[in-house]
């Protein structure tokens, strides 16, 4: 457990760094862009998303599971070396594939031009996965360090670009785009020399073989994430504006800082789950992981609370008057994004029996009833609605997933416990919604009952915080 906590201790770190910086650059950017800019930039960045899958066909993800099954160092360089070779010549082909159909791709997000903007998202994404096998490298082999090395030379190289387009060029989203693709692109030979380090240059098809056979059922399950997550900005912009997008976007944004500290427990969390879930004491193994997922979401149950609790205030402060109401939607995707990463717990579970198709089969199932609940409620509802179908399909998508969790690899959790303190974390919201005072006089009494909320909480779980902290 030590080198756990150690390892997600530094994987936040390396995460919180970017994340707060570009939570406190998003006062700065929004002010030089209009809402409708701030949706042009994030319905790119969604594209970029999925480029991710089609450029890579998941065979990086394979690497997280597969690799452990090269018992010598000449065999795993030999699979990274045919990933690293699949890889580039996947994305090139991809890559010229999108810039010939480029009027079918436009058709994505019809009030946007392919040029400029199509362009730089499709280099920016094209650049970075040269970055992943080098990142995942570090993170199976469990070197947080030199991980977050990588991650935040290209966060600096990234934010330089961006703002000098943004800020001082004012090239709006157009220079936002471009400077993301020119951080990617200046970061590229970095990440390429990693890579040639940690490969061998050997290609076997067998291991490819192994991979696809591994990876491949993940793609309708990405793709369905990716519907899950990202496709109603698609159904928003559909019925409405980008700058309906905008804001939208932005309370995504703010409520996705649960996901820096959910990205760093998953890093470090991960390896070890299969470790344990591999090793030969079961009863020792399942005991420690429900301790480590039981405190896990009681942590990201109280990070949500406190985002969404003073997302208001933060808005007031921070942002012009016209993303205000993005507020709103914080608090409606944070619990979303609470039972999405719940969700992911149970991942692991059906993965440890090598199950990718049926997590395939519960995405797929779950994409097509958000596509619906988008069809039905974004007419009528607009943004709500967009947040009301996420929450909907991600409810869905948690429970079936719980089902086979438990039949494959089971770890008891306190489901009752955990359910009653959602409840009352909803509750605690719903009284101070209803307040209304003063900017100043609401922070005041908001920082004070989280005061008293924090000590209680310290004083009932310190002992079982202390106990996990002392596991090997």
């Not at 890889?87 to 009027?103: E, K, M, P, T």
């Not at 199976?140 to 800020?167: D, M, P, R």
Request: aromatic share 18%.
């Amino acid at each position: 457990m030590s080198k756990l906590i150690k390892n997600t201790s530094l994987y936040t770190i390396g995460n919180i760094i970017p994340q707060i910086a570009n939570f406190f650059l998003l006062p700065i950017y929004t002010a030089y862009l209009t809402t409708a800019d701030y949706g042009i930039v994030q319905s790119m960045q969604v594209l970029t998303t999925i480029l991710a899958i089609f450029f890579t066909l998941a065979v990086d993800r394979s690497v997280y599971r597969l690799y452990f099954d090269y018992k010598t160092d000449e065999d795993k360089k030999t699979y990274l070396s045919t990933i690293v070779i699949s890889l580039f010549a996947i994305s090139v082909l991809i890559l010229a594939s999108l810039f010939v159909f480029n009027n079918l791709v436009s058709q994505i997000y019809s009030t946007i031009d392919f040029y400029p903007y199509y362009s730089f998202a499709i280099l920016t994404s094209f650049f970075s996965i040269y970055s992943i096998i080098p990142k995942i490298y570090y993170q199976i082999n469990e070197k947080a360090v030199h991980f977050i090395s990588l991650s935040l030379l290209q966060f600096v190289a990234n934010t330089g670009f961006v703002l000098y387009f943004v800020v001082f060029a004012k090239a709006g989203a157009s220079g936002w785009l471009q400077g993301l693709m020119l951080g990617n692109l200046i970061t590229l030979p970095v990440f390429i020399y990693i890579a040639i380090k940690a490969i061998n240059f050997k290609f076997n098809f067998e291991y490819l073989k192994n991979s696809l056979k591994y990876s491949l059922p993940m793609i309708p399950s990405l793709l369905s994430a990716w519907i899950l997550n990202l496709s109603d900005r698609i159904f928003v912009e559909h019925y409405f504006s980008m700058s309906e997008v905008g804001i939208y976007s932005l309370g995504y944004r703010i409520a996705g800082l649960v996901l820096i500290v959910a990205g760093a427990f998953n890093m470090a969390y991960n390896p070890v789950f299969y470790r344990l879930a591999s090793s030969d004491n079961q009863v020792e193994a399942k005991a420690k992981l429900s301790k480590y997922s039981t405190t896990y979401i009681y942590a990201l149950i109280f990070i949500i609370f406190m985002i969404s609790f003073f997302a208001r205030e933060l808005m007031q402060l921070l942002f012009k008057p016209a993303y205000l109401e993005a507020y709103k939607i914080v608090y409606l995707i944070s619990f979303a994004y609470l039972i999405s990463q719940i969700a992911g717990l149970f991942n692991l579970s059906i993965y440890q029996k090598k199950k990718t198709t049926v997590v395939m089969f519960i995405v797929l199932a779950s994409a097509v009833v958000n596509i619906i609940l988008n069809y039905l409620l974004i007419p009528v509802y607009g943004i709500y609605g967009a947040a009301y179908a996420t929450i909907l399909s991600f409810m869905i998508f948690a429970g079936v997933k719980y089902f086979y969790a438990k039949k494959y690899y089971h770890i008891k959790t306190k489901w009752l416990n955990i359910f009653a303190v959602v409840i009352i974390a909803i509750a605690i919201q719903w009284i101070f919604y209803l307040i209304e005072l003063s900017l100043i006089k609401t922070i005041i009494i908001k920082a004070i009952f989280v005061l008293i909320l924090t000590v209680i909480a310290y004083f009932v779980f310190f002992d079982k915080i202390k106990a996990m902290l002392k596991q090997k």
